[in-house]
């Protein structure tokens, strides 16, 4: 069922056997698979994820190369509802764990000061990463490019670079090497620090041996039309020609709410997880981008399978067996 401010209290006293924090790629796989198997969710999306912000899922078997994310989500969302998960758009503020069970305490509605705490037996964490991008005044001219022609994933987006003039933003010196590994893709890269760090001597040897030019001007506008890229204009008035771009600004990790819990392992921001994508704590899976490995939405919606049928298992295994009596 969707929920929302107008009925969630129908579900207050609700203990649900998961809750899928966020419902992206990876979350609403897990919610189809748990609603397949019998089991109560609760998926709870904020909304304008990372899925949500790219324009076509380009290398995902079956499905037409141009397909937006918001199209999957919107598809995906109303088939785990369709099989009997609840949907509420919130944001989770903090998981508390209980012994046997967490809290979730869900912020619904910008305004919403205290919150509502909701249930469950497992907590699965598929709240993903959003990418740092360059902070201009208009960020308007940001977003006009980026996921269009202005990318943030070299293994999504890599072969539509091919041989072309690019820039590649980088916001620390150690982002810089991201240049090494596009140049599988194309030679043809101008790197811009956006006046964001010094580079050092080695750093400017070194990308000057492979011919790459390195402008340490901050970036005053993109330039280019219809999200096509055209070149980047520099506040000194350089202009940097390139019709695409990389940007090696890093990314923000939504996991602040599992910061208060105790025994999960990290790897640095990311969760560590095992072959069932369950974390060091026995009833917290984690998902896709959040966790340690690839950032794919094949991974994701992988993960998603596997997280559900484990806790299936754990709960089926727990449960008395069905007898056929009259
Ligand atoms: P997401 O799909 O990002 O889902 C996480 C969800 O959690 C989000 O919807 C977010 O709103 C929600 N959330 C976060 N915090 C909270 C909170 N506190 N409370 C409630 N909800 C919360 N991958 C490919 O495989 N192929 C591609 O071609 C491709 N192209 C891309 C292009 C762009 C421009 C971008 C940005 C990404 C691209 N990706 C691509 C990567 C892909 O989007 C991710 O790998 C994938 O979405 C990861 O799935 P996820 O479930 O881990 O995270
Ligand atoms: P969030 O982190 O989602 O939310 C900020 C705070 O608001 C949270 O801490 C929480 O307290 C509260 N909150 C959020 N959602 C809820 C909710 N549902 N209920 C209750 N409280 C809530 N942004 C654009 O605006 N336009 C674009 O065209 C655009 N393009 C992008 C392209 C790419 C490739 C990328 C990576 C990002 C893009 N962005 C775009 C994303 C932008 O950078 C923001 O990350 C995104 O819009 C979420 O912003 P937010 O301020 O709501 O942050
Ligand atoms: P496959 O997709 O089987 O691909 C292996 C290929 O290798 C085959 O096409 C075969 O012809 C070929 N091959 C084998 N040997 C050789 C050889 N020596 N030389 C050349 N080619 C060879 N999964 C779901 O997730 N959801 C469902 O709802 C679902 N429903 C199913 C319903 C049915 C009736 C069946 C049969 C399966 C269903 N599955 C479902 C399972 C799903 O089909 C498999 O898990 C999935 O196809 C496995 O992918 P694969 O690449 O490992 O194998």
Not at 125 to 137: K, R
Not at 183 to 190: C, E, G, L, R
Not at 297 to 326: C, Y
Request: proline share 3%.
């Amino acid at each position: 069922m969707k929920l929302s401010s107008k009925n969630l209290e129908t579900r207050l006293d609700t203990l649900y056997d998961a809750i899928v924090v966020g419902g992206g790629m990876g979350g609403i796989s897990a919610a189809i698979y748990l609603a397949r198997y019998g089991l109560k969710c609760l998926i709870v999306e904020k909304g304008k994820g990372r899925s949500f912000w790219m324009q076509d899922l380009r290398n995902y078997v079956g499905l037409d190369p141009h397909t937006p994310g918001r199209d999957i989500l919107k598809d995906g969302t109303e088939q785990a509802i369709a099989w009997g998960a609840d949907h509420l758009r919130g944001y989770v503020e903090e998981a508390i764990d209980e012994g046997e069970t967490f809290a979730v305490r869900v912020k619904v509605g910008k305004k919403d000061p205290t919150g509502s705490v909701f249930r469950s037996k497992y907590l699965i964490a598929a709240s993903g990463i959003i990418d740092v991008l360059p902070q201009l005044d208009n960020m308007q001219n940001v977003y006009d490019y980026a996921g269009y022609t202005l990318h943030v994933c070299m293994i999504c987006d890599g072969f539509d670079m091919w041989d072309q003039k690019a820039v590649l933003i980088a916001g620390t010196e150690g982002q810089i090497n991201a240049a090494f590994v596009l140049n599988w893709f194309t030679p043809y890269i101008s790197v811009l620090t956006h006046g964001l760090c010094s580079v050092s001597d080695a750093m400017k040897q070194k990308l000057a041996d492979h011919g790459y030019p390195l402008y340490e001007a901050a970036i005053a506008r993109f330039l280019g039309e219809n999200h096509q890229l055209s070149g980047v204009e520099l506040v000194d008035g350089t202009i940097v020609e390139a019709t695409t771009g990389l940007v090696s600004m890093g990314s923000i990790y939504h996991n602040q709410y599992l910061k208060g819990i105790q025994g999960l392992e990290w790897d640095g921001e990311n969760l560590i997880t095992n072959n069932m994508a369950q974390t060091s704590h026995p009833r917290i899976f984690a998902l896709g981008d959040l966790k340690q490995g690839l950032n794919q939405v094949s991974i994701a919606v992988a993960d998603g399978t596997l997280a559900a049928t484990q806790i299936w298992r754990n709960i089926r295994r727990a449960s008395p067996p069905r007898k056929w009596e009259e």
